[in-house]
């Protein structure tokens, strides 16, 4: 999860934007970039936050090419058009397959055809156009205000959560959004480019009189179970093959020492766990692509109020799983419900968006 912003000003001057809670999106690194001059009054800045999820070396953004383009990406790509392995970063190869792109069509059917949850701002030097969006089902967080702030001389931001108390709205997410600026009279204008529809002529309509009976016994359905299985597998290894080897911990330590550990035995990878079904099934996917002993936390957070009874999430966490290889640890964490209200109206208020990141 990272942290996102873009700023569309009047003036040459600092901006005065508190950027707090964008950074708290973003610990690993935080940094802003511009001013850049579209016109004589008008301006882009950027901001960004990155917290390092995956992979062996942390990756900086914004993501600027060779033409001056400007990415900034919080998401994970999965499959589709672009095929990046587990030693790439999505960011940079989204940005080098964008500068390859021409036109507006080219833009849009790249965007279209990736699979993963995202969003991105992307400046295009070149044309002066700014091209934004996020996934379809809006799975990551991107805010806009068009409000004037008369303390200020800002035009738009565009961020994953809210900044400076202005009335935010949830960017549209079945379409992707084009800024450009009309150097003639130094205003902009934003246009709306639908994405192009590549998974509906995949969606195979079975017989309304099939029973689950017939299907259990059926080869092919049985082929299907197995390869949704090897999917689902290949999805969550996706997500850990390349966690870091050190804890945040572990990595300062070594940082002080001026000495590189190979490695540490404290968990960098958690299980928000119920001991549902759905926990329980991600739990032992992970279990299977995990290396030999890299341990798991499995997390159980529990909400509870006046009533005797305890809470229904922290008997089913109680169920204990088997797992082949992995020592796993369980964590335990218990709050009053009064607490989670009291913290509700901030949240939500900062985020205005249903997204989850």
Do not use: W
């Not at 070396?57 to 998401?75: A, S, T, V």
């Not at 996917?285 to 229904?312: C, G, K, M, Q, T």
């Not at 008997?315 to 290889?325: A, F, P, R, V």
């Amino acid at each position: 999860m990272c942290g996102i912003c873009f700023c569309l000003h009047t003036q040459l001057i600092p901006l005065s934007i508190d950027y707090k809670p964008l950074n708290a999106r973003g610990p690993d690194f935080q940094t802003q970039h511009g001013p850049i001059s579209l016109t004589s009054n008008l301006y882009v800045t950027f901001a960004v936050s990155v917290l390092a999820l995956r992979g062996y070396k942390q990756q900086q953004q914004p993501f600027i090419d060779e033409d001056g383009n400007i990415l900034l990406f919080n998401g994970e790509i999965y499959e589709g058009t672009l095929q990046i392995s587990a030693d790439d970063n999505d960011g940079v190869v989204l940005s080098q397959h964008l500068k390859q792109c021409s036109t507006d069509i080219d833009i849009c059917n790249l965007i279209s055809a990736l699979e993963g949850c995202f969003a991105f701002i992307y400046f295009q030097k070149k044309t002066n156009s700014l091209y934004y969006g996020r996934d379809r089902l809006g799975r990551r967080s991107l805010l806009y205000s068009t409000e004037t702030d008369p303390q200020s001389n800002i035009k738009m931001i565009l961020s994953s959560v809210q900044l400076n108390n202005l009335s935010y709205s949830e960017l549209d997410s079945n379409i992707l959004h084009k800024l450009t600026v009309i150097e003639a009279d130094h205003t902009y204008r934003i246009d709306f480019i639908p994405y192009v529809n590549h998974s509906i002529d995949r969606i195979i309509h079975a017989p309304p009189d099939i029973l689950l009976n017939e299907l259990e016994s059926n080869s092919e359905f049985q082929n299907a179970s197995k390869t949704f299985l090897n999917q689902l597998q290949n999805a969550v290894q996706r997500r850990v093959i390349n966690i870091p080897s050190l804890c945040r911990q572990c990595k300062q330590f070594a940082d002080s020492i001026l000495r590189p550990l190979n490695g540490c035995q404290h968990a960098k990878l958690a299980i928000l766990f119920s001991g549902g079904i759905d926990s329980t099934v991600l739990a032992s996917l992970v279990d299977r692509v995990l290396p030999i002993n890299e341990p798991i936390d499995l997390l159980n957070v529990a909400f509870f109020s006046a009533v005797s009874a305890p809470p229904a999430d922290r008997q089913t966490g109680n169920i204990c799983i088997i797992l082949s290889q992995q020592v796993s640890n369980k964590e335990f964490s218990s709050t009053h419900y009064c607490n989670e209200m009291s913290h509700r109206k901030n949240i939500l208020t900062k985020l205005k968006s249903i997204s989850i990141g």
